[in-house]
């Protein structure tokens, strides 16, 4: 085979596979994650009982969606709330090996909504485990990484950018973490919480949660970039020498 036929295939084959790639990328190469309650999840219902308040809250499935019943109630703390709180890790173990990486999503579909609320928020949170600033006996430690949004009648499910996650300003401070490890983190998640909004008044809030849907790429963009700048390279060398 003469050396130009050669690298007319090389070139050929290698476009083949650029485009390939690229196409694969956008229109295809999807994942997900869906926690339902059919998940094999431990869930709990949390209360501001936890921190001095009286709130006190169920949480039950019924036709596969979780019911979150929550009675607020007045007290000494300020700030009242009950929450479902989902756990991806094992009590009285070390961290390693535990949680979820959750770096390759890029968005998180919630369908939630309050029964007998309108105009009422909805905080989603994550925890994530640091060994640099967290313990695993106080989950205090644990970084709080979530968005208050307000869900309306007509919006089945809420879209959540991963990007729009953002780490409270009271924690890093509470904890003192230092600006190098304040910005969100994805990749050791030990929880994941819905929760009632800010400024609740005494009262029952029933919140139905029917799943969180996690969606993202097998690979990143720069992971799929980098492959093909690589092929090209090692083609170059190859013609080259």
């Known amino acids: 085979m003469k050396p130009t036929k050669f690298y007319n295939i090389l070139l050929i084959c290698l ?12 229109f295809s190469l999807n994942k997900s ?3 339902s309650p059919t998940s094999q999840l431990k869930v709990r219902a949390i209360t501001d009982d936890s921190v001095g308040g009286n709130s006190t809250a169920t949480i039950k499935v019924v036709d596969n969606i979780w019911k979150l019943s ?7 703390y300020k ?4 929450e479902i709180s989902l756990r991806f890790f094992e009590e009285n173990k070390s961290h390693i090996n535990q949680g979820i990486n959750l770096t390759s999503y890029s968005n998180i579909y919630v369908k939630a909504n309050y029964v007998n609320h309108t105009g009422q928020s909805i905080r989603f ?5 640091n060994p640099d600033y967290a313990t695993m006996d106080n989950d205090s430690t644990w970084k709080y990484i979530g968005v208050e949004y307000w869900p309306t009648p007509d919006q089945h499910t809420t879209e959540i950018p991963m990007g729009s996650l953002q780490v409270p300003s009271w924690w890093l401070v509470e904890q ?13 998640i030990m929880v994941l919480e819905i929760a009632t909004g800010n400024n609740l008044k005494p009262g029952n809030y029933d919140i139905e949660i ?3 849907k996690f969606t993202g790429k097998y690979f990143t963009n720069g992971q799929v970039f980098f492959t093909i700048i690589v092929l090209w390279v090692i ?4 013609v080259l020498y």
Do not use: D
């Open 15 to 26: 476009l083949i596979i650029t485009s390939s790639a690229i196409f694969l990328q956008v």
């Open 33 to 35: 994650l869906v926690l």
């Open 70 to 76: 929550c009675q607020v109630k007045l007290s000494a």
């Open 79 to 82: 700030w009242p709330f009950c």
């Open 125 to 129: 949170q994550l925890r994530h485990f």
């Open 176 to 188: 003192k973490i230092p600006l190098t490890l304040s910005p969100p983190e994805f990749t050791q």
């Open 210 to 212: 029917e799943f969180i």
């Open 235 to 238: 083609a170059a060398i190859f």
